[in-house]
């Protein structure tokens, strides 16, 4: 691995880190905000830090990048995104503790949304933008942006892709990396704009819509009001951002298909047909059961089971309802929802429909087999044959969220946390999703939790971003070996 070029890259990701710090800087200084000084400051160092590294590591040769090249930039990126993306949090004193402004930072560009914030409508509103710019930033990926215009990356840019975006369904949309990247941006950041003006005109001021645009079309989940959506109590409200997490949870591949006049590409994704249908499912069930137990009619069922059920399976984390009150059937449900998370290439977490989908489909493959041990049968999706080497790749993937989720959780019991808090946290964690259950439900947040435990979520938060492999391929020494 070149760790100069690695470097030289992540000084760069910096540098465009503090460019969007100047959005939030800028808002505080026309309303003259007290965190005015703060957001300036931390655009200063992060500027300068990102500089320095830059033209300390740059090389007056033309380097390629490699593959363990793109993993270490993307993990390098992440930790110190979050870690200058912290110092806003810390200089406004809206953290009083370095711990609590990583955890609060990471959780951002994570797009987790777990937060450890409370009383949110008290916090200047730079910080507050500053929040939830953040996950815009986390949701297509700094990575990405940073392919749309650097160039320079030249063909090394798709290993950067790569580690940043599952290869399952990845699709060349245009011959070049840096012109997928540019129509993935476009689409990206005008479905925010679509958003924040509906918002408006739903009833929001201009302030709270551009912040939960950003945060939806994110799936991150972060709000400008501490009981999230459901300080609007507005249908309309609670319809659209229903709407636009459910497009954020689709590969955006495919509304940029849908954008030049190919529609029919939507119904011939399996991927898709099986997301649609996991959200029907959920929403369907979690309606039957709440009016089953008489806490609501069925229009209320029906506009709260929806926005849950489409809030967790996008990994966005909003709500509307205290979904600890319903029953245990549709808590249950909720928290498998988790691990289904968005489409491959969405801005979702969790372990994303598409492996979910093959999995199911091998297991009918076994079984089958048992049945017709001579047949000769084939995986497929989307009419293509699956390799074995994918499949292996899903069944690691699988063993590997189990075994950290596991291991996590246990560690998060050792600190005394109970365990429905300790596994439900840990999964939130995992899957980018944000509230949980128990001491971390819908109506509470993480500030309760110990500074161990912060860091163990926080990590969980990286390699559930990271797509696991990323991350802990840093771990390994042959991934450090010549």
Excluded at 82 to 95: I, K, N, T
Excluded at 119 to 142: D, K
Excluded at 162 to 183: H, N, Q, T, Y
Excluded at 354 to 366: C, D
């Amino acid at each position: 691995m070149n760790i100069v070029l690695v470097l030289n890259l992540a000084g760069l990701v910096l540098i465009f880190t503090s460019l969007f710090m100047l959005v939030p800087f800028t808002t505080s200084f026309f309303i003259h905000g007290e965190d005015v000084y703060a957001l300036g400051l931390s655009f200063v160092i992060t500027f300068f830090a990102g500089v320095l590294l830059y033209f300390l590591t740059k090389s007056q040769k033309k380097i390629e990048l490699k593959h363990r090249d793109g993993y270490a930039v993307v993990t390098i990126s992440w930790l110190l995104m979050s870690f200058f993306g912290s110092f806003p949090y810390m200089l406004s004193g809206a953290c009083l503790s370095f711990t609590d402004a990583y955890f609060e930072s990471i959780a951002g560009f994570t797009t987790t949304g777990s937060s450890i914030l409370n009383n949110l409508e008290t916090l200047p509103a730079g910080i507050l933008l500053w929040r939830s710019l953040t996950q815009w930033i986390g949701g297509m990926g700094i990575i990405v942006f940073s392919l749309a215009i650097l160039p320079m990356l030249g063909a090394g840019g798709m290993q950067l892709f790569k580690a940043e975006v599952p290869e399952i369904g990845v699709e060349k949309l245009r011959p070049r990396i840096i012109d997928m990247a540019k129509s993935l941006w476009y689409i990206y950041a005008g479905l925010t704009a679509v958003l924040a003006l509906l918002l408006t005109f739903a009833g929001m001021d201009l302030f709270d819509a551009v912040c939960h645009a950003f945060t939806t079309m994110a799936t991150g989940g972060f709000s400008t009001k501490s009981a999230s959506i459901a300080y609007y109590q507005s249908g309309t409200i609670d319809f659209i951002i229903t709407l636009f997490m459910f497009l954020a949870g689709i590969n955006f591949s495919l509304h940029f298909y849908a954008l030049r006049g190919r529609f029919s590409r939507y119904t011939k994704s399996s991927e898709f047909r099986f997301y649609c249908s996991v959200v029907f499912i959920a929403i369907t069930v979690i309606t039957l059961n709440t009016m089953q137990s008489g806490q609501s009619s069925l229009a209320d069922a029906l506009r709260y089971a929806s926005f849950q059920a489409v809030s967790i399976v996008t990994t966005t984390g909003y709500a509307t309802a205290d979904y600890e009150m319903w029953p245990v059937l549709s808590q249950m449900l909720l928290l498998c929802l988790m691990f289904f998370g968005g489409m491959v290439g969405s801005t979702g977490g969790g372990m994303k429909q598409v492996r979910i989908m093959l999995m199911f489909k091998q297991a009918y493959r076994e079984l089958y087999h048992l049945i017709h041990p001579r047949a000769l049968t084939a995986l497929k999706l989307d009419d293509k044959n699956v390799p074995k080497e994918t499949l292996g790749g899903i069944w690691g993937y699988l063993f590997l969220f189990i075994l950290i989720s596991v291991i996590a959780t246990l560690l998060m019991t050792a600190l005394g946390i109970d365990i429905i808090t300790s596994a439900s946290t840990v999964i939130s964690s995992m899957a980018n999703v944000g509230p949980a259950l128990g001491d971390a439900g819908p109506t509470e947040n993480y500030a309760a939790l110990p500074a161990a435990g912060k860091w163990v979520l926080a990590f969980c938060m990286l390699i559930g971003r990271l797509e696991i492999y990323t991350v802990i391929l840093l771990f390994m020494p042959i991934f450090w070996r010549k």
